[in-house]
């Protein structure tokens, strides 16, 4: 599959939802615990406030005719917020495509950096993409704590 990226549009909001949900309990599950993965990405997440994240940021979703393989967002401050590609699409250059089309973004907005809070699992991913680990930290999604690594890259 040719994977398109593209700017989001309010309708795959559902999409990507679903998406994340899968790719957390598909892809993430093998390096946090079943109570981290309900905390992370629990079925009763409210769906109008996961679209109205989305709301004045660059956003983009890579995608082949209705298929979502992926998207991302970043706010305004440079803060690569989500990254996420759906289980079946993963290796496929997905999330590649999608970061470098962030980074340049990035730089034609001025940013000096990007930051990001990468998960266990992404962490290889964002370091092959230039990024640097700047402090492991324990983090708390809806009362369960799970490590993740805040991330840097200079924009050159």
């Not at 082949?64 to 990254?83: N, P, V, W």
């Not at 759906?86 to 590649?96: M, N």
Request: aromatic share 10%; proline share 3%; with cysteine.
């Amino acid at each position: 599959m040719t994977f398109a990226i593209r700017s989001f549009v309010p309708s795959d909001a559902d999409a990507r939802l679903q998406l994340f949900r899968e790719c957390v309990h598909r892809v993430n599950v093998r390096d946090y615990t079943s109570e981290q993965i309900e905390a992370w990405a629990p079925p009763e997440m409210d769906a109008t406030m996961w679209a109205k994240r989305f709301e004045g940021r660059f956003a983009c979703v890579a995608c082949e005719g209705a298929i979502i393989g992926g998207f991302t967002d970043i706010t305004r401050d440079g803060h690569l917020d989500r990254l996420f590609v759906s289980a079946v699409h993963q290796r496929q250059g997905i999330a590649r495509g999608l970061v470098e089309r962030l980074l340049q973004h990035a730089e034609q907005q001025g940013f000096e950096y990007v930051t990001t809070e990468a998960s266990i699992t992404a962490k290889p991913f964002f370091e092959a993409m230039g990024f640097v680990v700047t402090k492991q930290q324990l983090v708390e999604c809806r009362g369960v704590s799970m490590t993740n690594f805040k991330m840097q890259r200079v924009i050159a």
